[in-house]
Protein backbone atom coordinates (compact mmCIF):
# COMPACT_ATOMS: atom_id res chain seq x y z
CA UNK A 1 0.00 0.00 0.00
CA UNK A 2 1.75 3.21 -1.07
CA UNK A 3 1.97 5.76 1.40
CA UNK A 4 2.51 9.80 1.09
CA UNK A 5 3.39 11.71 3.80
CA UNK A 6 4.12 15.65 3.72
CA UNK A 7 6.25 17.99 6.08
CA UNK A 8 7.82 21.02 6.10
CA UNK A 9 5.20 23.75 5.64
CA UNK A 10 4.91 27.10 7.32
CA UNK A 11 4.92 30.74 7.70
CA UNK A 12 7.95 32.31 5.26
CA UNK A 13 7.96 36.20 4.57
CA UNK A 14 8.12 36.89 0.81
CA UNK A 15 10.81 36.21 -0.84
CA UNK A 16 12.07 33.57 1.98
CA UNK A 17 12.43 29.78 1.37
CA UNK A 18 10.81 27.05 2.52
CA UNK A 19 11.62 23.24 1.59
CA UNK A 20 8.70 20.34 1.60
CA UNK A 21 9.39 16.88 2.12
CA UNK A 22 7.25 13.77 1.05
CA UNK A 23 8.31 10.16 2.70
CA UNK A 24 6.29 7.85 0.07
CA UNK A 25 6.79 4.41 0.86
CA UNK A 26 5.13 0.95 0.28
CA UNK A 27 6.11 1.09 -3.34
CA UNK A 28 8.56 0.36 -6.14
CA UNK A 29 9.93 3.90 -7.54
CA UNK A 30 10.61 2.78 -10.80
CA UNK A 31 6.64 2.34 -11.29
CA UNK A 32 5.55 5.51 -10.26
CA UNK A 33 5.27 9.09 -11.14
CA UNK A 34 5.31 11.48 -8.24
CA UNK A 35 4.33 15.23 -7.75
CA UNK A 36 3.64 18.29 -6.23
CA UNK A 37 0.55 20.26 -6.06
CA UNK A 38 -1.68 23.16 -4.26
CA UNK A 39 -4.47 24.44 -3.62
CA UNK A 40 -5.57 27.90 -2.50
CA UNK A 41 -8.74 28.74 -0.73
CA UNK A 42 -11.34 28.85 -3.39
CA UNK A 43 -9.19 27.42 -6.24
CA UNK A 44 -8.94 24.48 -7.85
CA UNK A 45 -5.70 22.31 -7.23
CA UNK A 46 -3.13 22.78 -9.22
CA UNK A 47 -0.02 21.09 -10.74
CA UNK A 48 3.56 22.51 -9.28
CA UNK A 49 5.94 20.13 -10.11
CA UNK A 50 6.86 16.36 -10.84
CA UNK A 51 9.07 13.59 -11.42
CA UNK A 52 8.00 10.86 -13.87
CA UNK A 53 9.01 7.53 -12.85
CA UNK A 54 12.47 7.73 -15.27
CA UNK A 55 13.17 10.87 -13.19
CA UNK A 56 12.22 13.67 -15.51
CA UNK A 57 11.22 16.64 -14.17
CA UNK A 58 8.55 18.94 -15.27
CA UNK A 59 7.33 22.47 -13.32
CA UNK A 60 4.61 24.70 -13.86
CA UNK A 61 4.92 28.46 -15.83
CA UNK A 62 4.59 30.00 -12.03
CA UNK A 63 7.58 28.06 -10.60
CA UNK A 64 9.94 27.85 -12.92
CA UNK A 65 13.06 29.09 -11.72
CA UNK A 66 12.10 29.37 -8.31
CA UNK A 67 11.35 25.84 -7.29
CA UNK A 68 13.24 23.07 -7.75
CA UNK A 69 12.21 19.07 -7.03
CA UNK A 70 14.74 16.42 -5.86
CA UNK A 71 14.46 12.71 -4.43
CA UNK A 72 16.12 10.69 -1.99
CA UNK A 73 15.80 6.71 -3.43
CA UNK A 74 15.96 3.96 -0.92
CA UNK A 75 14.40 0.26 -1.92
CA UNK A 76 11.30 0.50 -1.07
CA UNK A 77 10.84 4.49 0.11
CA UNK A 78 11.49 7.62 -1.58
CA UNK A 79 11.52 11.06 -0.51
CA UNK A 80 10.68 13.62 -2.29
CA UNK A 81 11.87 17.46 -1.84
CA UNK A 82 10.21 20.96 -3.19
CA UNK A 83 13.28 23.75 -2.44
CA UNK A 84 11.28 27.11 -2.95
CA UNK A 85 12.56 29.94 -3.23
CA UNK A 86 11.75 33.47 -3.47
CA UNK A 87 8.40 32.72 -2.43
CA UNK A 88 5.34 35.25 -2.95
CA UNK A 89 1.86 35.58 -1.25
CA UNK A 90 0.19 33.88 -4.53
CA UNK A 91 1.85 30.84 -3.41
CA UNK A 92 0.24 30.47 -0.70
CA UNK A 93 -1.80 27.60 -0.53
CA UNK A 94 -1.74 23.66 0.73
CA UNK A 95 1.03 21.83 -0.79
CA UNK A 96 0.10 18.13 -1.32
CA UNK A 97 2.33 14.99 -2.47
CA UNK A 98 0.64 12.81 -5.04
CA UNK A 99 1.40 9.71 -6.78
CA UNK A 100 0.19 7.44 -10.14
CA UNK A 101 1.33 4.52 -11.49
CA UNK A 102 3.10 5.04 -14.85
CA UNK A 103 6.23 3.84 -16.79
CA UNK A 104 5.82 6.91 -19.58
CA UNK A 105 9.13 9.39 -19.58
CA UNK A 106 6.66 12.01 -18.66
CA UNK A 107 4.36 13.33 -15.96
CA UNK A 108 1.19 14.62 -15.33
CA UNK A 109 0.99 18.48 -14.64
CA UNK A 110 -3.71 17.71 -14.19
CA UNK A 111 -3.96 16.27 -10.99
CA UNK A 112 -6.79 13.52 -12.55
CA UNK A 113 -3.94 10.15 -13.17
CA UNK A 114 -2.70 10.48 -9.43
CA UNK A 115 -4.47 8.12 -7.20
CA UNK A 116 -2.34 8.10 -4.08
CA UNK A 117 -2.43 11.62 -2.49
CA UNK A 118 -0.64 12.58 1.22
CA UNK A 119 -2.17 15.03 3.84
CA UNK A 120 -1.21 18.01 2.75
CA UNK A 121 0.81 20.46 4.51
CA UNK A 122 -0.03 24.38 4.34
CA UNK A 123 2.56 26.85 3.50
CA UNK A 124 1.53 30.72 3.75
CA UNK A 125 4.02 33.51 2.63
CA UNK A 126 2.70 36.64 4.35
CA UNK A 127 4.57 39.63 5.92
Known amino acids: QLQLVESGGGLVQPGGSLRL ?35 RENYANSVEGR ?11 MTVYLQMNSLK ?24 PYNYWGQGTQVTVSS
Do not use: H, L, M
Open 89 to 112: AEDTAVYYCAAYSSKSPFCSGSPT
Open 21 to 55: SCTASGFTVDNYAIGWFRQAPGKEREGVSCFSSTG
Open 67 to 77: FTISRDNAKNT
